[in-house]
């Protein structure tokens, strides 16, 4: 392995929500395999004006810290629900349940998540942000 990997998020890293069939509401850009991540993990998302993620998701172990690089919207952190803007950058703790939702301007996150725990550590429950 290298001392070191390259690569743009958004034209070098795979869009897995076109296969999830989330696309072209959802872009999401999972970069820990590519850039050959050892102990922590990076991501690109995207959500179109008004989207809400399909599902909320938690960890096992991986705790992630987001940063909104532009637009704005909501995030719904457990029972909580929270607005959120360009440059706020929220920690997430890894048994606590989330979900964002991008308000009228769209949103763009950049996802940070360490440890690096490989498959299963993360849990996916769909539909878990109805209403509200």
Not at 7 to 13: G, Q, Y
Not at 57 to 68: A, C, G, P
Not at 112 to 118: M, V
Request: aromatic share 10%.
């Amino acid at each position: 392995m290298s001392a070191y990997t390259i690569k743009n998020l958004r034209t070098d890293i795979d869009d897995f929500a076109v296969a999830g069939g989330l696309s072209p509401q959802l872009e999401a850009r999972l970069a820990r395999e590519p850039l050959e991540c050892e102990k922590g993990a990076v991501g690109y998302f995207r959500f179109a004006p008004g989207v809400r993620a399909p599902f909320g998701h938690s960890h096992k172990q991986q705790e992630e810290i987001y940063v909104v690089v532009s637009g704005g919207g909501r995030v719904k952190l457990g029972d909580d629900i929270h607005q959120v803007a360009q440059w706020d950058t929220l920690r997430v703790a890894p048994s606590t349940i989330r979900a964002f939702e991008a308000g009228p301007d769209g949103l763009e996150l950049v996802v940070f998540g360490a440890p690096h725990t490989g498959p299963g550590d993360g849990d996916i429950v769909m539909g878990w942000w109805e209403g509200d």
